[in-house]
């Protein structure tokens, strides 16, 4: 996956759950994420993500 791409509002799969990207700390490789199913918010670093391309964006590509 290209890290470069990831946005806030992506959607996402990690290991940690499922969710939309609401912030992004490119220094320390993590972001926080907001759960689709109950809201709760989550940390996730950068080699948590599963590379889906099943998950589709708002944008209509893949990641």
Same mark, same amino acid.
Do not use: A, C, W
């Given at each position: 996956?290209?890290? %470069?791409?990831?946005?806030?509002?992506?959607? &996402?799969? %990690?290991?940690? !759950?499922?969710?939309?990207?609401? %912030? &992004? @700390?490119? #220094? =320390?490789?993590?972001? =926080? *994420? &907001? @759960? $689709?199913?109950?809201?709760? #918010? $989550?940390? *996730?670093?950068? #080699?948590? &993500?599963?590379?889906? +391309? =099943?998950?589709?964006? +708002?944008?209509? !590509?893949?990641?």
């Amino acid at each position: 996956m290209d890290l %470069s791409k990831l946005h806030t509002g992506m959607m &996402i799969s %990690s290991k940690k !759950g499922d969710g939309h990207i609401i %912030s &992004i @700390d490119r #220094e =320390q490789h993590t972001m =926080q *994420v &907001i @759960d $689709f199913m109950d809201n709760h #918010e $989550f940390e *996730v670093g950068f #080699e948590y &993500i599963k590379d889906d +391309p =099943q998950v589709h964006n +708002p944008e209509g !590509g893949y990641y």
